[in-house]
């Protein structure tokens, strides 16, 4: 059998692996030995199922493809950051991210392999988007920055952010279906709430989060807190206004009840104005917004913005703090391998 015509085993429920196994003569047990395998003992292909036998293990490559995420690449920040380029089994390449801390490791995945939404600060949006990648794809990246996390810092992963590349709504069903395995018990068991979905901002696909009753955070790249400023640095925003984006997220809100955070990079002479941040705040009064992160700007060769000095992030920081909004200063890790936020770009 050709290897575009055998299903995903990673595609098949428990039920219906059963079922295969029971149709091949084989005890159930088995059934439940190699789902082990491929969602609680992360084998990366069937070799690695070292309590089934040979004979069987080979039937099993013959009836059915193990697509695999593989790391390709990786590299080391003086902060601690891990970057690593994951290859597909059609050669894409495409990057997660590990940022520890002294309290928290965080994996930062893609959704994506490039994207289509051409943000102009970010690298990735310079990229031709190829295709979504698989829910188990995305399980892979999870389950191999963790394996890193353990290598290098004897710990688990403890959060988890859809920040890498790509736009995670537009590969809606892949994300909740990853999302799922990684919270279950026979997965990854990671708790949704520590659980974050960033989104560029599609308020369609937010209204269906709502509907879901998903429980895991949203964040909103917001990055410009009008319409006009907004569409010259955000293409989507033409589709998805501001106005839009607010409904959306007071009815994901209401739906669900879980935590909302604004995203907020700041570019020099551009959104870091006093004008600005009273624009942010009263936005932030629109919606029940957790917290706004004000991100630090990572410089990419494309878009010729730059950072605020660190006495405009102060003042605009004092100014958010003023009007008791709950505002933190995200300082950027791993710029050094350009790791950090929006430089994602699969360089060599």
């Known amino acids: 059998m050709k290897a575009t015509e055998r299903r995903n085993i990673r595609h098949l429920s428990q039920p219906e692996l059963d079922e295969y196994f029971l149709a091949i003569g084989e005890k159930k047990f088995r059934s439940k030995q190699v789902y082990e395998w491929l969602w609680q003992k992360h084998a990366h292909g069937f070799d690695d199922m070292s309590n089934i036998s040979k004979e069987l293990r080979a039937k099993l490559a013959e009836e059915f493809s193990f697509p695999a995420l593989k790391i390709d690449a990786t590299q080391f920040s003086e902060d601690g950051t891990v970057k690593s380029r994951f290859k597909t089994?059609?050669?894409?390449?495409v990057e997660g991210v590990l940022i520890p801390t002294e309290q928290r490791k965080t994996a930062c995945v893609s959704s994506q392999i490039g994207c289509s939404l051409s943000c102009k600060f970010c690298?990735?949006?310079?990229m031709e988007r190829k295709r979504n990648l698989t829910y188990d794809e995305i399980y892979d990246?999870?389950?191999?920055i963790n394996q890193q996390s353990e290598k290098a810092y004897d710990k688990k992963l403890t959060n988890l952010v859809f920040m890498g590349m790509g736009e995670p709504l537009l590969?809606?069903?892949n994300v909740l279906k990853a999302i799922e395995r990684i919270t279950a018990e026979d997965g990854l068991f990671m708790s949704p709430k520590r659980i974050t979905v960033s989104t560029a901002g599609v308020a369609k696909q937010i209204i269906k989060l709502g509907d879901d009753k998903v429980k895991?955070?949203?964040a909103l790249s917001l990055h410009a807190a009008n319409d006009h400023k907004r569409n010259e640095i955000m293409p989507i925003n033409e589709a998805n206004n501001i106005k839009s984006l607010v409904d959306a997220l007071n009815y994901f809100y209401k739906q669900t009840k879980t935590e909302i955070t604004f995203e907020y990079i700041l570019f020099q002479n551009f959104n870091d104005t006093e004008k600005d941040a009273a624009e942010l705040v009263k936005l932030y009064r629109q919606v029940p917004v957790d917290l706004i992160n004000i991100i630090e700007y990572n410089p990419i060769d494309a878009f010729a913005f730059s950072k605020p000095t660190e006495e405009v992030t102060a003042q605009f920081m004092g100014y958010l703090e003023k009007n008791r909004v709950n505002a933190r200063l995200r300082r950027s890790r791993g710029k050094d391998i350009d790791a950090a936020c929006g430089q994602l770009a699969n360089k060599n």
Do not use: P, Q, R, S
């Open 123 to 126: 690298a990735t949006g310079y």
């Open 141 to 144: 990246e999870v389950v191999l």
């Open 171 to 173: 590969n809606y069903a």
């Open 216 to 218: 895991f955070k949203l």
């Open 89 to 93: 089994f059609d050669n894409h390449l």
